[in-house]
Each structure stands twice: as C-alpha cells, then as structure tokens.
C-alpha cells in the first residue's frame, strides 16, 4: 500500500448515474484541498455549501456540499471530507482529476479508508474484517453476520473467553507455584472442570453459528459426476430452479464446469448455501481436443469438490477416481427407467424427469446440510411428496417384472429414507 502521509480520494458511493453522488477525501492535505476549490471552513465541523471551479477548455462551476470531519474524530482518524454532488459519470471523473492535481492528493486503493481506520487505532483489526465481509456479503444473513463482526460484538465474545482463560490459567499456576502459603487458595480440579467445560460449550456453540452463518470463507463445492447423459444438467437446473444449463438428448453437450451459489436457508439454515458444480460426464474414450479438455476439466473439479452427487441412470456406479474421504451420494437419474438388471440398485436417491421432475426432485432440495463443527453433514431427505400416480405404478411395474428386489423393492421414483442408524454422508 501506498505511503499513508498521502491524502486520498475516491468516490464512496455506487457508480453510475443517479440524483448524487459521494467523494471521499482523507488525510493531511483535506484542509489544503477544501481552503482551495470550496472556500468553507475546513476546520470546522460541519456541513457547509461550496462549489468546485473546474478549469480547463471548458470550465464548469460544480455545486457541492461538503461535510467536514476533523480529525481525530472521523472515521479514519484523520481530516475527513465528503463532498456531494450531482451524480454524472463525466462531472464525477473532472472533479477527482482536479483534486488529484494537488501535491500529495490520489486516488484511493481498494479498502484504504478501512485501513488507515485501523493503522490510526479508529478500529480493531475483527472490525476491519467485518467491514470486508459486509462488502463481499450476497445475502442479508451474511451481512447480519459481518455487521456484528464490524460493530465489535464478536470481538467482545472473543475478549470475554481469552479472560476467562487467562483467569484460570492463573488460578492453576498459583496452586502449582505457591502451594506453601496459606493466603494462596488453589482451584478446586472439580470448579477447574465445570468451569473449562462451560468455557468449551461456548466455543462449540460459537462455531456451530459461525458455519451456519457462512460468514467466513467459500462455501462447500458439491460437484454432480457421472457418465455422459446421466442427467446431471437436467438435476442441476432443478436445484436451482432456473435452466442454467444446457439439456440435450446427445451426450457430450457440457463441455465445461459450471459453477452456481445453491442457497439452502429455507431448508439448512440461515445463511448456509453450496456452490453447486455441473461437470462434463466422465468418459474415458473421449476423443478430440475439445472432449479432452472437457474431461481434463471435470478432473480438475472433481479433486477440488468437498462433496459428490454421483448421478448414473443406470445404478452401475463405477468406481470413481476421487478421494475417499470426500461424502458421496449415489442419486440414480432417470428413475422412471428400470435400472441394469444384473445389478443390485446401489442407489442412495432415485429422481427422474420430466413427469416426475417437479414431485421427486423438490425433496432433493430439502437435502440437509448440517454444520457439525469443522464437518459438513449432509443428511438424505425424508420421503417425497405425492407423484403422479400413472407415472408410479409404471415405475413399479418395472421394478417387479426387471429389478432383482422383486416387488418389495423400494420403488425407483421415491427419495428413499436413510436406513436406521446410517451415518449420513460426512465431512
């Protein structure tokens, strides 16, 4: 970053064109600049009315309003002033090369504002953060989350268990250092206990919120795999509610990653959401340079991805070439056609489409996502809605007549439940 005895300027509203706009100044040249082109107070706190005198081929006279904001008391503990003005791209752009014009005046890099706040002890590095994270907020859980980060009530958490620690770290030191004196009373092991167990439940329960929230970090990559029309595109746009890929009857037409936000806050939790991979399907004959780069590309993914949705309308389910530590659920596409008949439905969800798209896929939706600490749990749903009847007892008919589990056998078009005492798919 550049040298902090700068004074910087920078437009501190969104871009574009409406009724006003917001530059920032800040530093030691706010009053140089102010005194120059406003001819206000530039020591006095206040809101004070002036005019920008833009020299050049065509001078311009631009109205302004100026809020002054002395240091130490502004936002960045430094000369502050925020000029408002009208909102036009061209105007906007005259005025910043104006005040740039100024020895020691530039523009602003990205976050410097927030930065200098910090360097001058205006805000803790937590609240720097928040500020951060409320920027790269895309959802009003997010940003609840980083605004509390921001205002310093997470810092005040984080203070109130380093206490609590360091008082019991002492307590502990002074029974093991002063066991001979008598005014030196000693933690009780069983107080000790309660107390560092109390101190760990809260650090849990903290966590737990923290992963729930999203506020932090990428959310989990859940990558759909499996052979060429499989079906993948087809389920990826049903999860997301809107055709985003493109769905053919031919193999091969996805020819790269596609990557899209799946928000699960009505189903998982406030704020918890996947990015939701379609990958081109896994064919070890491909041929060509564009088939070949496809695949190399799905690869690249399918290392990266945290959890596998492995979609086979024929329940085969090949061995997979990825890391077995990653959770896998085996969702058998297509699930109005009878699977292989020499194999047993190694399924763990079954969906179709189009007849049944809307009635199966929707309790695929309902996929809990659940936050177990450092893990990602994910939860198979419960049974599914009421299908088309027509379409069922098709689907059943070819379970009793091909399929090896005769017509006991769950039937291909529902969301089955999780068996008793299953674990789930974890991280």
């Known amino acids: 970053m ?88 061209y105007l906007i752009e005259r ?11 530039r523009r602003a890099g990205p976050g410097e504002f927030t930065a200098r706040a910090y360097l001058n002890g205006r805000m803790s590095l937590d609240e720097a953060e928040g500020v951060a994270a409320m920027i790269a907020a895309d959802s009003a859980d997010d940003f609840d989350a980083a605004r509390r ?41 069983g107080t000790l206990l309660v107390r560092l167990r109390t101190l760990r439940q809260s650090l849990a329960g ?27 595109s087809t389920l990826f746009n049903t999860l997301l ?33 996947v990015r939701l991979a379609d990958l081109p399907g896994l064919d070890a004959c491909a041929s060509g340079p564009a088939a070949r780069a496809a695949q190399a590309r799905a690869r690249e993914v399918l290392a990266q991805a945290d959890a596998l949705l492995y979609c086979d309308h024929t329940a085969r389910f090949a061995p997979l070439d990825a890391p077995a530590t990653v959770p896998m659920l085996r969702v058998r596409t297509k699930a109005d056609l009878p699977p292989a008949p020499d194999l047993p439905d190694a399924a763990d969800l079954a969906v179709c489409a189009p007849g049944w798209l809307e009635d199966l896929v929707a309790p695929a939706r309902d996929l809990r996502v659940v936050p177990r600490g450092s893990r990602i ?14 379409s069922r007892r098709r689907a059943r008919n070819h379970r009793s007549r091909d399929g090896p589990g005769g017509p006991d056998a769950p039937r291909s078009g529902a969301c089955r439940r999780e068996p008793p005492g299953s674990p789930g798919l974890a991280r």
């Open 241 to 273: 509610a809107r055709p985003r890929s493109i769905v053919a009857d031919e193999p091969g037409v996805t020819r790269d990653a596609i990557v899209e936000d799946l928000h699960l806050d009505e189903t998982a939790g406030p704020g918890l959401a």
């Open 95 to 105: 005025v910043l090369d104006h005040c740039c014009r100024v020895s020691g005046v």
């Open 149 to 189: 980060l921001a205002t310093g009530q997470a810092g005040a958490v984080y203070r109130r268990w380093a206490e609590e620690l360091t008082a019991l770290l002492a307590l502990v030191e002074a029974g093991i250092d002063f066991t001979d004196q008598e005014d030196v009373v000693p933690i009780a092991p």
């Open 206 to 232: 903290f966590t737990l919120g923290q992963a729930a929230e999203g506020s932090r970090g990428l959310a989990p990559l859940v990558a759909l795999v499996g052979p060429p029309n499989a079906g993948k």
């Open 377 to 390: 749990v994910l939860r198979r749903p419960g049974p599914p809605r009421r299908g088309h009847r027509s």
């Open 2 to 89: 550049p040298a902090p005895g700068d004074t910087i300027i920078a437009l501190a509203s969104a871009p574009g064109r409406s009724e006003r706009a917001v530059l920032r100044c800040s530093g030691p040249h706010t009053t140089e600049l102010v005194d120059r082109f406003l001819r206000a107070p530039a020591n006095t706190r206040g809101v004070w009315p002036g005019e920008f005198l833009l020299d050049g081929a065509r001078p311009v006279s631009c109205p302004v309003l100026a809020t002054i904001s002395p240091a130490p008391t502004s936002y960045t503990g430094e000369d502050t002033a925020e000029f408002t003005l009208p909102a036009n791209p």
